[in-house]
């Protein structure tokens, strides 16, 4: 089946530093993708979507200049969270849908972000 | 009022035992509707999808009440590969599918 994959899984940054999520379909075009983040114990909350080519959509109270989005191919987006400070440690979960999953929604296998 | 509502348990039930999950959701507009599975520390695993007629999938049954906004979750002869969060979500289709997920409730399944 199709798969994304998210990249990296574990990062620490320091506070004040930028980090860089990628994430990959790799065997489907993926049109729309997703960003959520899930606070312990909390659900997960989407961030934005993001359609290839395109600026993304940013959920209520998001951030758009804190958490830059990009989607330039139909393989790749990357979420760049920047001016990283301790409360954006989280983790971070991207998914993806486009030509060929139907209605299916795949996910990354996320990324745990802990600032220091 | 959060747009998905689940009883974020925890539920504690011996191997065998028949739990069931329930979610509400409160906007109208919602058109898709769905059980992940969420493993400590992993990404959400669609279990089923939900339909009005009612669905089943070996020992998990799905039901949704569109007036009621109401969706439930059976988990019949657990196991202890079962525990896990259940995310209750729901979808909205325009043009993309952007789901909304609940908090989840969380089943701890024992010997």
């Known amino acids: 089946g199709a798969v994304v994959s998210q990249h990296p899984s574990r990062v620490i940054c320091k506070s004040g530093t930028s980090v860089k999520i990628e994430c990959r379909s790799l065997?489907?075009?993926?049109?729309?993708m997703f960003w959520y983040r899930q606070f312990p114990k909390q659900s997960l909350m989407l961030m934005a979507t993001?359609?290839?080519?395109?600026?993304?959509?940013?959920e209520q109270g998001v951030e758009k200049d804190k958490f830059l989005i990009n989607h330039a191919s139909l393989t790749l987006s990357t979420l760049t969270v920047t001016s990283a400070h301790p409360e954006d440690s989280s983790f971070y979960i991207c998914?993806?849908?486009?030509?060929?999953?139907?209605?299916?929604?795949?996910f990354g296998e996320g990324s745990w972000l802990t600032v220091v | 009022r959060k747009e998905v509502e689940q009883d974020p348990g925890p539920f504690n039930v011996p191997e065998g035992a028949t739990v069931a999950f329930n979610c509400t959701y409160s906007?109208?507009?919602?058109?898709?509707f769905f059980w992940y599975r969420q493993d400590c520390r992993k990404e959400p695993k669609l279990l089923m999808s939900?339909?009005?007629s009612g669905n089943e999938d070996g020992r998990f049954t799905a039901q949704l009440n569109r007036a009621s906004q109401y969706i439930s979750l059976l988990i019949r002869d657990s196991k202890l590969s079962d525990s896990a969060t259940y995310l209750c979500?729901?979808?909205?289709?325009?043009?993309?599918?952007?789901?909304?997920f609940g908090a989840g409730t969380r089943l701890a399944v024992h010997p």
């Open positions: 998914s993806a849908e486009g030509t060929g999953t139907g209605n299916t929604i795949y």
């Open positions: 065997d489907f075009q993926a049109t729309t």
């Open positions: 993001s359609n290839e080519g395109s600026k993304a959509t940013y």
């Open positions: 906007n109208s507009a919602s058109q898709s």
């Open positions: 939900v339909y009005s």
């Open positions: 979500v729901v979808g909205f289709s325009g043009g993309y599918n952007k789901l909304i």
